[in-house]
């Protein structure tokens, strides 16, 4: 029992620290609400900046609240959320307006400096290796070689659905850009690590079998295949009955004339499959 | 077409939730002529409104249910706008248009002397003038910046699919075709909402969430640390602007890692989730603020705004997500807890229980539809 305890209680401390980044935001937090619970006098705002927050992190570590948490209202690693609830931007600035009530144009500056060597700049932010933050090519705010992809397919068809097989990066784009474009795959192969999807595997292989990838997509209704201009392929897939439909900078679409087949335009509300 | 499509949007988001406000200040008299908090309380009755007619529309209606969910919302959500410009109407028949608040001089405390002179002028405007650039600054991030996020495949496809195909969670948003209703995610309409406004104004739900979105959203967020800001230095009108600042600045130097609220407010602005944290938070913390205040100060001035707040918040946190029910009633009652036992007010706590009846509610539909 002990042990369970003792256990969650290091899964919210490694919680914290992995919300908390460097930590030192985390710091200037500590010494601000250190600063306020000494010196604000003031009840209501005692209750904002000392109280709650308080209160909160202290239901924050008790292990029961976590267990109570993963087995009730989300089992998936949003427990961190709870921390969303301590008002840390606002206990930071208002302990900077106690503190530089009577020089505040000397302050501002101190303050910005000393929040932003300590911070993060959303602009250049990290995931990992990822650089989330880049300059958008459009107003989709989506790759354009997406957006010229989709508007190919669309030119060809005259507005009918119809699926297609594509790069794992294009589909989680191209429905932000136009849903009557169905996929064989989605994202789904993104965030399952053991997720398998037969066609998926074979666009990945280097050089590609298209007539087998044909015989195999044909049966789950595909008519549009996206490669990328550097796959290699065993037989060319104009030969094996594709028709090549348009190129982009760095990819390559071919349609299937022969099995070309629409989606269903019904999309009912269901309560069973 | 994209004037109209504008000016449309600007009515849908701006105009419509004033004149709500308007409408709602007939039942609050405490807060006439403070136009920041008669937008927030509009605004939160507009999407409020949206909540039954999603949900009834989702489970009653079989085919191009979002279809009839535009039609039916667009009549509803001009009723209290309509009421509340006939309401500003009488009133300026009725009598000269007042001339607000009896503007109060501030004054030092110790020495009753008044606050004035170049020097707090300037420093006002400085103070402000670096707000703004700050905000324009993220403004501009906003609509010229793309962050990669995968979460967007899902809502952002979620309110393409409502615009474009006219039905509500019923569409496979990664890979496309019919499917059952989504019940894990059908409680949390925002998406919808967004799909609304791109509907009704003919903007494209990618563009309006990712771009457009975002250039109302941050200047409504800091909108609710601005109405906090008010009531933490009544006294202090120069410490206003200060405060924004730092917050606007924490804002964007907030990202220490993936998880920050901070991170997401600036980067997926448009998601739920980004809106529990960056709105549904901070408009509870003004309303616990606001009754914390009114204890203090022994006057029922606020109470009504500030429940309203904390009512209509709950429910719009679960608009946002199905976990925000949790953490907004959680925030509720923690804090009314703090309050009432700090100034011995029971009553206080059972008050903060009602009023989170909508999440309770929420959160029992949710489990059964699940």
Redesign the interface.
Known sequence: MISRLWAYLELNIETVK?????G??LLIYAAAFAYLLISEK????R??FV??PG??LL?FFLPPVRWMYMKY??GSA?Y??????I????T???G??RI??GF??I??PV??AL??L??????H?V?GP?V??????N????PQEVIETADIIMANEQGH?V?AVMPLDF???I??????????????L??RPDAYDELYSMLCEDPIDVEKMREAAIPRQVSYYVFPKTSGFVKDPESCGLEKAGETKDHVIYRDPEELEY??????????? | MMLISAIILIIMIVILPLETGRFLERFDKGHQNDTGMVFLSGFLLQLVLFFPVALGTMFFIRQDNFVWCTRIYLILSCIPAIAGAVCRIRKLKEKKPAAGPERKAEVYKNTGEEKNGKFRDAEKTILWAAFFIILAYQLYKAVTTAFIDGDNTFYVTQSLIAQQQGVMFTNLPYTGGPTSLDMRHALAVLPLWFAYLAKVSGIHATVLCKTVMPLFLIPFTYLVFFEIAKRLYPEEKNNIPFFLCLVAVFEMFGSVSIYTSERFFLTRTWQGKAMLGSVVIPVIILALLMIAADIRDKSNANIKTAWYLIVSAGIFSGICTSLGVAFSALLTLGGCLVIAIRDRKPKLFAMSMLACIPQAVYMVLYVILK
């Open positions: 992995n919300y908390a980044g460097t030192f935001l003031d009840k209501a705002k209750v904002i109280w709650i209160l909160t239901f209202i989300d949003t961190y959320r709870v921390l969303w609830l008002p840390v931007a606002m930071i600035a208002h900077f307006t530089c009530e505040k144009l302050g501002l303050a910005v929040i932003a300590c911070g993060g700049d959303v602009y932010s995931a990822l989330i933050a880049s300059k958008a090519q107003e989709y705010h989506i659905r699926k589909t989680s784009y429905r932000q850009y136009d849903t009557d474009l169905y996929l064989a795959y989605g994202r789904e993104i965030m989606m269903s335009g019904i999309s009912y509300y269901y309560f069973t499959d």
